[in-house]
């Protein structure tokens, strides 16, 4: 599990990201006036070794503590128990059951615990099949059904020497990622763009999946097709995409501060985001990215799926809502895909998350007496 620490003067931070005037912190600048201190990072690991756990990493800005150990320990520790739940949908996952409680000390230096359910997790879209040719309504008018770099440079009056250079964007993402980064030297042939170099940042343990090879096919591709003149993609490259390993991986890009923009291509259902402790964690994060002057950029998704994004910190934050874009997949060849999601899945969770709260296995926080 990963625990989220309070940043330190939260209230000047907040102000501060208000300004449109303020100049970007170096992450040495932001770990000197807003991170958490050591000791309040010693006082949670202090509690975490008492009782057994495994103190298995801080991060650089120290938001993210990372602890592992057995579930009946982590349950003692947090004065619950865990256990496995299954979903309408057929498949099993560990969720802890009641309220978590931490001891007054360790809660007042803890904004969220994000792991003590593997239900909320970010997902990719699912794959659909190629959009056929469509005609419209009225005679003679016609229009694509997706879009390459270059029609988009078109389409928004893209000024021809805004072309990125001197500058690197990063990508998000998880998995075995050696076919998107052949993909990528096949978009750039295709559409005639310059050669990028790939940059590939490992953040955990290896993972060999493969089912977001889409995504990030997408995300690779056109970070470096509407900016083709950046020196390199950095591709961050997280285990999994289950909330604690997304949020360590976004904040591996934050305190490596290489780039200014990251794109994260996929999505997770608000209500689990929020429950999870996940939006809490992130905020934190991303908070730090705005005063950093680093800009997430993300495919805006609809109807209950989203990715949090610090829209309260980056207003201008660019994004991409319902349109078509033309990305190379495995295999080299071409297809459409359209950013929406449906509202069944949505609502399938939204009901389960009710049923857990009235049987009391949804993880949640609060300051108690504990140990």
Known sequence: MTFSLVPSDKLVLDRLLTRADRAPLSPRQYLERFAPSAAEVAVLTGWATSHGLTVAGVSANRLLVV????ADRIGSALGTSFHTFRSADGSAYLSSVGVARLPARVAAVTAAVVGLSDLAR?????RRA???AKRSALPGLSYPVAYGPQDFWSLYNAPGAQTGSGQSVSVIAEGNLAQPRQDLATFEARFGLPKVTWNQVNVGAPSGDTSGSDEWDLATQYSTGFAPGVSQVNVYDGTSLSNADILTTINRWVTDDIS???????GECELLASVSGFQAALDNVLAA???????PVHLQRRHGLAVPAADRHQRSSP????????C??????RRGRHDRAGTRQRDRLVRRWRWLQ??????RLSAGRGR
């Open 289 to 295: 990215a705005a005063a950093q002057g680093q800009i």
């Open 319 to 326: 994004r991409c809502a319902g349109r078509e874009l033309s």
């Open 328 to 333: 190379v997949q495995p295999g080299g060849h």
């Open 67 to 70: 602890v592992s150990g057995p």
């Open 260 to 266: 200014k923009q990251a794109s994260f291509s996929a």
């Open 358 to 363: 009235l049987h009391g296995g949804h993880p």
């Open 130 to 132: 190629a959009p056929t």
């Open 122 to 126: 970010a997902h990719t879209a699912p």
